[in-house]
């Protein structure tokens, strides 16, 4: 029997990115009907929340805030009370163009809070453009995910934290396989969680995501070492080297066997917003886990 005192593990699933085009595998959905669709499978599959991009009718990326409000008013009709998080990452746009729609109050967006190495380029995330997106996370009411790609950007976390720029506990993903950046390295995992331990408490929660083939190598140090777990097209397009993944769902519904596996529940929306101190859906508050 799985033991009650066990954490459920939060799904994330990244159901498009930048960069994964359907020529890579036809199953990345681009448009917002397309997004929505996969979204509603991966939710009933067990995510709880969607990390979201937007791209253009070509498929680049786009931080168009039109896009973003016609993709978070689908995902709300069609996956009621799931946790819509918006990407603030640097391959969408420029600047401040990066946080233009955060104004639609989404749950959650991605925070990147230093520069690092990418396979081609610097992915560049200025001191005064961090600012500037926290600031307007707080001032909308938009909880920040951490994209913690070294280990100065926990630190990095916890020194904006302690000066006001981050409410409450700072939710920490780390990011492992990118190429030229962080790679898969179990002792660094391992000094990762240990930091955010030491530096925001026992009880804060963090995830982990995994890139490429790295993806369900991550999401089993997570799932067994406590954590939640992120998947999704955006970050691997494959089940395994010989096989594309058919969906975002079917990324998922491999997490929730790991889940089975490591005796860990997958947690519903409502507990993943009860442990991110999340408020729920104004049609959805009378619910309670």
């Excluded at 890139?211 to 140090?221: F, M, S, Y």
Aim: some cysteine.
């Amino acid at each position: 029997m799985t033991d009650p005192t066990t954490p459920p593990c939060i799904i994330c699933v990244a159901i498009t990115g930048s960069l994964p085009r359907k020529s890579d595998n036809p199953a990345v959905p681009v448009t917002v009907a397309e997004q929505v669709e996969s979204t509603q499978e991966a939710f009933e599959a067990g995510a709880s929340i969607v990390h979201a991009h937007v791209r253009n009718a070509d498929e680049t990326p786009s931080s168009d805030p039109e896009k973003f409000a016609a993709l978070k008013e689908g995902l709300e009709k069609h996956c009621p009370g799931m946790i819509i998080q918006f990407s603030t990452g640097g391959r969408s746009g420029a600047g401040r163009t990066r946080g233009g729609m955060l104004p639609l109050k989404p749950d959650m967006a991605s925070l990147s809070v230093g520069s690092n190495n990418f396979p081609t380029r610097v992915y560049e995330n200025p001191p005064d453009l961090v600012d500037w997106l926290a600031a307007e996370m707080l001032t909308h009411g938009v909880k920040p995910e951490i994209e913690a790609f070294d280990l100065s950007h926990i630190l990095k976390a916890k020194e904006m934290s302690e000066k006001g720029q981050l409410a409450g506990t700072p939710y920490v993903q780390f990011v492992m396989g990118v190429k030229n950046a962080m790679p898969a390295d179990r002792d660094v995992f391992d000094y990762y969680i240990h930091t955010v331990h030491r530096l925001f408490g026992q009880d804060a929660p963090w995830c982990a995501a995994g890139i490429g083939a790295n993806q369900v190598v991550l999401n089993e140090w997570a799932i067994a070492a406590g954590g939640h777990a992120r998947t999704g097209l955006e970050d691997n397009v494959r089940l395994d080297r010989d096989t594309l993944a058919p969906s975002n769902a079917a990324l998922v519904r491999r997490v929730v066997e790991i889940c089975d596996e490591y005796e860990r529940p997958v947690a519903t929306w409502q507990e993943a917003r009860q442990i991110l101190g999340l408020q729920m859906p104004a049609t959805h508050a009378e619910i309670t886990v």
